[in-house]
DNA sequence: GTCCAGGGTGGCG
DNA sequence: CGCCACCATGGA
């Protein structure tokens, strides 16, 4: 089926699906050969998410979409959408992201990202593909993470077919649990074997029930994260990334590299931190509460304006790989 | 060849 | 606590 909406808000699709928070939105063909972050020659870039296949491509404010199928279950609602509900809940496009404006007024850097990047969203995606992705981000490259869940999805799960192309659904945590080592070891392009051995381990702890129970409306963002990093192999960041790419717990601050040299940029006197000679835990605890009292629901917001900001020439003086191709 | 990428753990002072 | 070595891929 096929449709098309107006967008009332802001949102640029392209930017937020190459914004480091899904891997899994560009151009598929019929062998299920994925290329992260590009565009067919009609425009539009696919998915497959929530058990169905996606395709859109965006017209100023226009959403113009195919999907494979005509309702989505929402583990997050616990119901179905039709394909427009969807798109709208995915992308986050209820979210009244003018209230920042606001809040972002008396600090120069983050009005200026706000500005230039208020059309990112924060996604809604699933928190099993969340999960096991980002314990796969571990020291990697935004295009290499994209390339692993792939070619994980093509070892575990079977294919759907739409529009003349093959999709490889992201596989259940059932079936990564019943997964070797050996088999993932040999054929993901993963840094560490501890990476694999975390997203296993997780697999086998956790159903995807167990994860929705830690969802915004059932825990409070302190004991989601505690629950989270209690997991092998998770820690503070990917927990964090779980709870604001998938559970809706938008206070949620995940601190990597180009978050940490914003802050040690912008923020060393409003926070009041020693110099950082390294991310120990409490300066990490001491970011994100300062950004949450700060920004308070949405602060993970600011945080993904703030990391557009980072990747971008004008945002940082950065090295040159870390504008990487796809965005 | 070099350097770096959306980390986590364990060990030592 | 804070800091550091280690792990061992792929791209620029």
Not at 65 to 88: C, G, Q
Not at 271 to 293: A, C, H, Q, W
Not at 299 to 322: D, K
Request: proline share 4%; glycine share 6%.
């Amino acid at each position: 089926m096929k449709g098309r909406f107006r967008v009332e808000v802001p949102f640029d699709f392209y930017l937020t699906v190459t914004s480091g928070q899904s891997f899994r939105w560009g151009s598929y063909d019929g062998e299920g050969n994925f290329s992260y972050g590009r565009a067919d020659d009609e425009g539009f870039m696919y998915a497959p998410v929530f058990g169905v296949v996606l395709g859109i491509k965006q017209e100023d404010s226009y959403i113009i979409y195919k999907a494979s199928d005509s309702r989505v279950w929402v583990p997050h609602r616990r119901r179905y959408m039709d394909v427009e509900e969807f798109i709208r809940f995915y992308f986050s496009l209820d979210a009244p992201v003018e209230e920042i404006e606001a809040l972002v007024q008396d600090k120069p850097e983050v009005l200026r990202a706000y500005m230039k990047y208020r059309g990112v969203r924060i996604m809604r995606q699933e928190a099993n593909e969340i999960l096991i992705t980002f314990i796969f981000s571990a020291q990697n490259t935004v295009k290499n993470i994209a390339r692993t869940v792939h070619r994980l999805s093509a070892l575990l799960s079977h294919p759907l077919f739409f529009d003349g192309k093959k999709f490889y659904p992201f596989p259940s945590l059932e079936k990564i649990a019943g997964s070797s080592f050996e088999l993932l070891r040999k054929n993901l392009p993963v840094r560490f074997d501890s990476r694999i051995e975390a997203a296993i381990s997780a697999a086998r702890h956790y159903s995807a029930r167990d994860i929705y129970n830690l969802h915004h409306s059932v825990v409070d963002y302190g004991t989601a994260h505690e629950t989270l990093i209690q997991l092998k192999g998770v820690g503070r960041k990917i927990a964090d990334c779980v709870l604001l790419f998938s559970l809706e717990h938008w206070e949620a601050f995940p601190v990597d590299v180009h978050i940490r040299r914003m802050v040690e940029r912008y923020y060393m006197e409003d926070i009041n931190l020693p110099p950082l000679k390294s991310l120990t835990d409490r300066v990490y605890r001491m970011i994100g509460e300062y950004f949450r009292g700060r920004y308070g629901r949405w602060a993970g917001w600011v945080q993904q304006y703030l990391y557009s900001l980072s990747r971008t020439p004008e945002g940082e003086e950065l090295s040159r790989n870390s504008i990487s191709s796809g965005l």
